[in-house]
Structures are given as C-alpha cells and as structure tokens.
C-alpha cells in the first residue's frame, strides 16, 4: 500500500480521537501516550471508540451513502446516469477512469482503515481492558469481531471474483494486529475462513453479552442514535444474519439456512411493518422495524435532496427510465398500485415517472423518528429470501418466498421448480432492496450474465470484469 504508513498513523491516532469526540472520528490531532491511558481509564472510553464506527459507517461516502443507495445501486443499474453526472463512469464499469478510480481508491481505504481501527480496539481491551467487566468486555470485542468479518466481507464482494468460480487467486491483504507493515495478498479462501471465525467469535461473545437476547423486540424506530437500539450495533442477530450472507456466498447452503433460520424464529424482535406505519404522514418506508442491522446517517435527507429529488436537473439525479416501464413493469411487474415498495419508494411526483422516495424525509424531520436517518444494512426479508434459496424442499422453499410478497400486499405466486423458484427470487431482491446496496451482490453472487438496465429497460451483458473493482494501484504499485 502507497500510503500505508500514513494510514498506519491515522488509525493510530484516530482510535485517541474517537474517544475524545466520537463526530471527529478521523480528523483529529496526535496526542500522547498518556491521554490514551487517561482515556481508556474508564468502560465509557471502549464504548465511545465502537461508536465511532457506527457514526463513520453512517457517512454519506460509507454505509450511509456511497455503499448503498448511490454507487452500488448504480452498479445495480436501477437508475439513468446522465453523462455529466459523477456517478456515470461507475454506471458504465468504466473502472480505470478517474472519476472511478477516486471512488474505488476512497471504498478501499475507508475499509482498511475502519479494519486497522478494530485491531487498535482489540490491543487496548488487552492493554487498559481490565475497567470492563465480564459482561462489557464480551460485548465490545463481540461487535468488534463482527464489525471486522463485515468489512472483510465486502472488501471480498466488491473486489474479488465470485467465491464459487474462483477462490484461490491472491486479492486482498489481511491483518488481524496493529501493524505498520505491509501484508502480503492473501488468497478469497484466507480471508473467507478469517471472516466466518471472527463471526464465530462474535456469536460466543455475544451470546453471552448482548441485551437483543432478551429484548422483546430488538428493532427500535423512536429513539435517538446508538443509546438502547441494538439494531444500530452489531447485534448477535445481526451476526447470525452475516453468517447466512457469508455462507452462502461461500455456497454452503445448508449453513446458510440454519443462520437464517435462527432470525426466522426470532421473528417477533424484528417484526414485519404494518400496513398502518405505511398509509401516514410518518410513513415508515425502510421498513425499519425489520431492521437486523444498520446506520443512521444525520444528513440522510441532504442526500436525498441532492441526489434523488424530482426537482433535480437531468444531469444531477439519479433515476429511473423517464417513460417508467422499469418500475412499474419490469421490477414490479404491474403491481405498481399495490405493491407497497413501489406506493411508497417509488412516486411519480414532479416528474411524470417514478422516482425514488425512500429517503425523502416526508414529515419535515420529525426528531423523535429515526428511521428517516436510518439506512438499513440487514433485513429480515433478506433472511426469507436466503432460506427460500437454500431450502431443499420447494414447497417449503416457495412459502418462505411467498410470505416476503404478502407482506408487501401482493399475492403468492406458484413455483413449478427450482428455475421458476430463482427467478423469482431475483426480481424479489430488485423490488426488496433498492436503495440498500444488496442487488448487485445478488447478481454478481449468482453470475447473472444480463442484468436489465434501469435508464433503457433492456439488457446489459455483464462479465467477471464489470463485477469486480480492480486493487487501486496505490496497494499494488509498491509491491
């Protein structure tokens, strides 16, 4: 890595910063030894320092923005990028032009900075760790182990080649320490087993720590950021939750299944959204009390405006074909009036076609309401969606399928066989996760060799090459 000596530094001095402010996580000056000791002195110091990552992952260049909605939406070819937009290279896989690589160069070391962060917190729970509890200290390492697996786990999905068709080819460093040095590339199957055992690590610690096990209901939609909302955290479901996505991205079916299994009986703390948080003037469009994980992001609606808003110019928004046929034909296949993921996240409202709503903050920021603030990461459907997929039993496979399209208001569908099941999960993920990051993984995951562009409505061939960021060559250059 170019630069890694001086992210080194930043990581270094970032863990100091994000216990003296957490909203200043990275942009900090260097102190001493000895303001860390004072700093870590007390249990508040540990969980300041896990705040920060959260409130990082909430940024509009993170989980809050570029990792969701934007970008890898636009990967996902949900929208019509205009040529003059910045997003448009990146919506043609152009990924060696500028504009493309600042933005992979950005994703890239976020994450490992992120990554190096978690290693610094886990040498000072051994170093100053001795003020936590029992209990304390299982939680904080818990969410750090699974914060860690989740970061790997995208760095795999953006910039390796789908698991199952190559495993071996050396892409990714790997460090589990604080370090100044470089790490040698590390093959997917390495860097795979290291996420699955730091999501093993954080299930035991978790389980033995977290309060979501025995809350009623984990998912919270009226408090404010990070106090009691464990949705907002790492949670032990949402670990549960990363090993099904981890597993059967890996295309072990049957681990998948039991992850996703435990969330379904566990349905009740992360109940469906009722038709009556939909038809009001709060309208509850994440669906947030299905929320497993995700962030809040406090300039969300900024980014809407900025980003989505019918009133934009042509050449700033992001949306959809301008005649409408991808809405309302092609993702929801004419239940359009229906469907509650097209009534409600996609409106034909200053502009004669649907554009996406599902960050407008409708009621003027209502403060005692977070989910407009919130991106979620991980829902439950999802784990619907993964079980009916590796389900062995197709009638069992097409309930789980089935009961995701009743609780959007449309009808079950009949799966004649195990091609017919696939293709309608696929255009369930397309009309479940827009504006959440999750459609292109899907494509790419399952080797999806056309996949319909939203700005034409037709057919875009796709390859290894437009699935898989390219190293920025700042990592590779030195090496």
């Not at 004072?38 to 300041?48: A, N, R």
């Not at 200290?137 to 760095?155: H, M, N, S, V």
């Not at 720590?209 to 949670?235: C, E, F, L």
């Not at 309930?399 to 091609?419: C, F, G, M, Q």
Request: proline fraction near 4%; charge should be neutral; include cysteine.
């Amino acid at each position: 890595m170019k630069n890694f000596r001086s992210i080194y530094l930043l990581f270094a001095l970032a863990t100091i910063g994000i216990i003296s402010g957490c909203k200043k996580w990275l942009d900090v000056k260097p102190e001493s030894k000895f303001v860390e000791e004072d700093l870590y002195s007390k249990p508040q110091g540990f969980y300041d320092a896990l705040n920060g990552f959260y409130i990082n992952n909430g940024s509009s260049d993170s989980y809050g923005g570029r990792l969701t909605m934007t970008t890898m939406d636009v990967l996902a070819q949900y929208y019509l990028v205009n040529a003059s937009n910045s997003q448009y290279t990146m919506s043609t896989y152009n990924y060696t032009d500028d504009a493309s690589k600042t933005i992979i160069d950005n994703i890239w070391s976020k994450t490992y900075i992120n990554i190096l962060n978690l290693n610094k917190l886990f040498q000072s729970i051994d170093t100053y760790g001795s003020v936590l509890s029992d209990a304390e200290r299982k939680r904080i390492q818990g969410e750090a182990y699974g914060l860690r697996a989740f970061y790997y786990f995208d760095l795999m999905r953006m910039f390796t080649k789908p698991y199952t068709a190559d495993s071996l080819t050396k892409v990714l460093p790997y460090y589990d320490k604080p370090t100044n040095e470089i790490s040698e590339f590390k093959p997917t199957n390495f860097v795979m087993q290291k996420v699955l055992s730091d999501l093993a690590q954080a299930e035991a610690l978790l389980s033995a720590s977290d309060p979501a096990m025995t809350q009623t209901q984990v998912s919270k939609i009226t408090n404010a950021y990070g106090r009691d909302g464990r949705n907002y955290h790492m949670n032990y479901y949402a670990v549960k939750a990363l090993q099904a996505r981890v597993n059967l991205w890996k295309g072990d079916k049957a681990a998948a299944l039991s992850a996703a299994k435990v969330l379904i009986d566990n349905q009740a703390k992360f109940p469906w959204t009722a038709p009556a948080d939909l038809n009001t003037v709060i309208c509850n469009k994440t669906f947030a009390t299905e929320m497993i994980f995700g962030v809040e992001n406090p300039k969300l609606n900024d980014l809407y405006l900025k980003t989505f808003a019918p009133g934009l110019f042509d050449t700033d928004i992001l949306a959809p074909s301008t005649n409408g046929n991808f809405i309302n034909s092609t993702v929801f296949e004419g239940n359009n009036a229906t469907d509650y993921r097209c009534l409600y996240i996609w409106k034909v409202n200053g502009r004669p076609y649907p554009t996406f709503f599902k960050y407008n903050d409708e009621s003027n920021v209502n403060s005692s309401i977070n989910f407009y603030r919130t991106v979620p990461l991980i829902r439950m459907s999802e784990m619907y969606l993964v079980a009916a997929e590796c389900e062995p039993d197709l009638t069992t496979a097409a309930a789980y399928l089935n009961l995701v399209r009743t609780k959007r208001a449309i009808a079950s569908i009949t799966i004649a066989n195990t091609a017919a099941l696939n293709t309608a999960i696929m255009k369930e993920f397309r009309k479940e996760f827009a504006g959440e990051g999750q459609l292109f993984f899907y494509y790419k995951r399952t080797n999806a060799l056309t996949i319909v562009a939203g700005g034409t409505n037709a057919n875009l061939s796709m390859t290894d090459s437009k699935y898989t960021f390219p190293v920025p060559l700042s990592e590779t250059m030195p090496r």
